[in-house]
T-cell receptor, first 112, second 111 residues
Framework: TQLLEQSPQFLSIQEGENLTVYCNSSSVFSSLQWYRQEPGEGPVLLVTVVTGGEVKKLKRLTFQFGDARKDSSLHITAAQPGDTGLYLCAGDSGGSNYKLTFGKGTLLTVNP | NAGVTQTPKFRILKIGQSMTLQCTQDMNHNYMYWYRQDPGMGLKLIYYSVGAGITDKGEVPNGYNVSRSTTEDFPLRLELAAPSQTSVYFC??????????FGPGTRLLVL
């Protein structure tokens, strides 16, 4: 069974601070995705990383896929209250397996 | 496009009652999924479908059933509700099986 561990589980910071959350596994994934889920809503895809070592930027969010494609990180610069939510990583093992493995998530609260 | 829609938004069931959670997508996606989300436990896959007429079990299928008679619809059936099925249920669809689009969820309370 493939597992994705996310850390920290909870993070509460002040507006303007920087933060990094992590997604780790002992398994190799063909791709890894990050979703953000706001209270009372379904997860929404932020980014997909495919290549080992890949870095993608989405405004103040920077996503990195580990060289061995077993881990990923999400860095947020100058966090804003609108960044508050549950950040989920999900791994795709590839092949004919059409299922994603989800981590338990990091619950981020950005206080004004 | 409405994307993925789910009904109802919230439901209270008594132990032993049955209900069907509805899920419809208008993106012509082949792949559809049902997840449950418990506090602090992330998303667990209940059932999934790779096309009309084809379904398969996920990680936690016990107590649930599904059918997929059309591309658009993927209902989830609870036959004998138990308190352990209290959760938030999300339906998702995908074109490639990779990027998944989620509905707004159904909150179910079994008392």
């Amino acid at each position: 069974t493939q597992l994705l561990e996310q850390s920290p589980q909870f993070l509460s910071i002040q507006e303007g601070e920087n933060l990094t959350v992590y997604c780790n596994s002992s398994s190799v994934f063909s791709s890894l995705q990050w979703y953000r889920q706001e209270p009372g809503e379904g997860p929404v895809l932020l980014v997909t990383v495919v290549t080992g070592g890949e870095v993608k930027k989405l405004k103040r969010l920077t996503f990195q896929f580990g060289d061995a494609r077993k881990d990923s990180s999400l860095h947020i610069t100058a966090a804003q209250p609108g960044d508050t939510g549950l950040y989920l990583c999900a791994g795709d093992s590839g092949g004919s397996n059409y299922k994603l493995t989800f981590g338990k998530g990091t619950l981020l609260t950005v206080n004004p | 496009n409405a994307g993925v829609t789910q009904t109802p938004k919230f439901r209270i069931l008594k132990i032993g009652q049955s209900m069907t959670l509805q899920c419809t997508q208008d993106m012509n996606h082949n792949y559809m999924y049902w997840y449950r989300q418990d506090p602090g436990m992330g998303l667990k896959l209940i059932y999934y479908s790779v096309g009309a007429g084809i379904t398969d079990k996920g990680e936690v299928p016990n107590g649930y059933n599904v059918s997929r008679s059309t591309t658009e619809d993927f209902p989830l059936r609870l036959e004998l509700a138990a308190p352990s099925q209290t959760s938030v249920y999300f339906c998702a669809s995908s074109w490639t099986g990779q990027t998944q689009y989620f509905g707004p969820g159904t909150r179910l309370l079994v008392l």
